[in-house]
Structure formats: C-alpha cells, structure tokens
C-alpha cells in the first residue's frame, strides 16, 4: 500500500507537540441511545475544531525549504482550509485556499481569520478543485490535497494509533467518509494493530462516491447536504485502493439522520458536532442492529457547525420527539375564546410558542375561525393529552406539522 504503518508512526513523530492528543471517552448515554457501547475520540477540541490538523502539519511539515518559501494552496469546504492556514502560518508559509461559495461562512471567516488568503469559487468541492490546480500552476504553489495525499493519509491515521491505545478492545471503528483520507489512515493503522478490527465507513446519502466506487453501481448525487464536509463526488486515487482493501462496509446515511446525530451530541455529550463529524453516529442510528452490542469507536471529527443551523436543527428534533407541537383548531368567533384556550394549556402545563387566527377560509362556519397554535410539551403522551383535552372542549384539534400539512 501507498501507507503503512511505518508512515503513520513517522507522522505521529511529525506532529507531535503541534496538534492535540485529544481525549477518547466512554459514552453511555449513546450507548444507550443505539445499543452499543460507544466510544467517543473529540477530534472537534483541536485548534480548528478538525482532525484535518493532523494530516496538514504532517504534510506541511514534509515540504522543503524551496517548497515553503513559495507556498501552498488547496481546496476545501472547509476544515482542511483552516487547518492548512492555521499550521501554515504558524511555520510561516503563505497559504492560499479555494472554497466554494456554498461553503458556511463560519467556515471561511475562520480561515481568512489565520492569515490565509481566501478565494472563493464555483458551487462545488470539484469547481474549487479545479480553480485551485490552475493557481498552483500559475503560481508554482505546492498543492496540499485535503485526502489524497500520503502524508495527509498518514497524518490522519494517528487518529487510530490513540484510540487503539486507550481501548485496544475495541470491535468497530466507524469512520465518516467523503474522499477518503481519514479513513484510509486509520485503516492502515487499526488493521496493523489489530487484525479483526471491523472498519465501517459512514458517507452522507446524496454523496455516495465511495459507494458507487465499490459496489460499480451509479446512485444519483444530491445537492446541499448537513455533512458538507464530506460531500465529494470524487474519491480518491490513493484511497480507494486502501478503502477497498481494509474497509469491511460503507453506510448510507440520510439527512434526518445526520441531524439526529448532531443534535445526540450535543444534548447527550454536551458538545459541538457538525454533520460531517456526526456521520459515524448517524451510520449507528440509521442500522443499530448492525451494532448492537458491539464496542464501537466513534470519531467525532469535525465541531464547526453554523449556531443558525444548530438552533434549526434541535427545533427540528424537538419537532420529531414531539416535545414541539402544533393543533388547528375551529373555534367560535367571540371575545374571551382565546383567553379560555389559553388558560386550559396553561392548566395543562403546555407553553404557548406560537398562535396564528385566521377567518377567512370557506371551510370554517361564517361565525367561526381558524386557531393554528404551537405548544411546547413534555413528551408525545402530553401532547396526546392535550389534543384530548381540545377535543373534549369542542374545538376539533387536528395536529399539523412544521410545514402546515395535517396529520
């Protein structure tokens, strides 16, 4: 293989005193979540918040003096942008970063913040790609590939090495996959050490390259994606041998998901994941029985979610779980109607979000209006009780979802 293990531990001498030892811990309220006993390595509490920091100071730290006086450039959705920008400039060597313009903006103000220079462009991982390979050639800027790169490879595979030495027991690693760097390195690394350790790659569903690549089927790419980080249409030509070699089974996993995943880490765990990161655990909620009863290795990999898109994705949750509720009500149209439905949820112990009245619609009596009101509850038999409660007052309650359709 183009990695071995040799690689690996000279990457961890490489950037040893430079990137963080992050903790790996159990975790029993996933484990209970998903039937498994989990496993927790944060790579989100590196500087960046990545594990990219790894594979780049080891890459970065390889170049030659020529090489680091005339600089870098990549592409990337971000992390590797941060990570390359943030050890660039702390061995001072000028770095130049593609992202694309859907990248979030945490993202590259993050970047911009390391002293890189940011540019912008097309709508893709692949658009980027090919702007940055004609500013490398233009510029004769070393090319720093965010996965298909030996040492980026090797760099990552440290990430394996640690886990393996605080729980060498362990059944399963479940890695996030996009173009494959992070989980080739820590395949390498894990079959090395031990060989019946089952490695599983977790890729997002709109994103199947690795799939597609494995199985030669042709499964369709979506568009946006909450795992942006591993969104990539291309694997890579490094990697994908590796992958194939080592890596026992790929899972599909869908955006609902994903955002369980990240919401389960951050009410369970009490910290950040964002959908990339949160893939290894999306692939164990999507298929528990494939898991149960498994000691699981989880990489939380990457924590540089959006705070607009977190707070949208826990009232989504909220939403599943019930705890979220909307009724439409039909009500008399008469002073004090509104003032008895709120005191009966408030004996109810349900808090009123939201209220919207409407009267003119045909289907509702000429004296009568719409209530479409949105409560808070404990849990979905509270919220049945409430719906009860409604129906027995007379006010017809019909439950709707988020997106007004009734249930």
């Keep these: 293989m183009s990695v071995t293990l040799t690689h690996i531990e000279a990457a961890r001498r490489a950037i040893a005193g430079h990137v963080l030892l992050t903790p790996m811990l159990p975790a029993p309220k996933l484990s209970a979540l998903t039937g498994a006993e989990v496993f927790v390595k944060y790579e989100n509490l590196q500087v960046t918040n990545s594990f990219k920091e790894r594979g780049a100071r080891c890459k970065l730290a390889a170049l030659t003096a020529d090489e680091r006086r005339r600089g870098v450039i990549t592409m990337s959705a971000g992390n590797h942008a941060q990570a390359v920008a943030y050890h660039a400039a702390s061995l001072a060597i000028p770095a130049s970063v593609v992202m694309p313009v859907t990248t979030p903006f945490v993202k590259v ?22 702007r940055a390979e004609e500013m490398s050639r233009e510029r004769n800027l070393t090319w720093v590939h965010p996965y298909d790169d030996e040492h980026v490879i090797a760099g990552q595979g440290t990430i394996a090495l640690e886990m393996l030495e605080e729980f060498a027991a362990l059944d399963v690693l479940v890695v996030p996959i996009g173009g494959g760097g992070l989980i080739a390195g820590m395949a390498v690394a894990a079959k090395a050490i031990n060989q019946k350790i089952e490695i599983v790659g977790a890729e997002a569903a709109l994103y199947p390259s690795f799939w597609n690549a494995l199985r030669g089927s042709n499964l369709p790419f979506g568009a946006s994606t909450l795992a942006e980080g591993i969104a990539v249409k291309n694997v890579g030509k490094l990697t994908l041998p590796i992958v194939r070699d080592l890596v026992a089974d790929i899972v599909l996993v869908d955006e609902q998901h994903i955002e369980r995943a990240v919401n389960a880490y951050l009410t369970l765990q009490k910290t950040m994941a964002e959908g990339a990161g949160a893939a290894g655990l999306a ?125």
């Design 283 to 407: 692939a164990m909620l999507a298929q528990p029985e494939r898991f149960a009863g498994k000691k699981v290795g989880l990489v939380l990999c990457g924590g540089n979610i959006d705070p607009r898109i977190l707070a949208s994705i826990m009232v989504r949750e909220l939403e599943r779980d019930d705890r979220i509720v909307s009724y439409r009500l039909t009500i008399p149209d008469r002073p004090g109607v509104l003032g008895q439905i709120a005191t009966l949820l408030g004996r109810l112990g349900a808090n009123i979000l939201e209220v919207d009245h409407k009267r003119l619609f045909l289907d509702v009596p000429a004296k009568g209006a719409r209530l479409d009101v949105t409560v808070e509850t404990r849990d979905s038999a509270h919220g049945g009780e409430i719906m009860r409660a409604l129906a027995a007052e007379g006010y017809a309650p019909i439950r709707i979802d988020s997106g007004g359709a009734m249930n």
């Design 109 to 130: 103000a993050a970047t911009r913040s390391y002293g890189a220079e940011v540019v912008l462009h097309g709508e893709s991982i692949s658009d980027a790609q090919s």
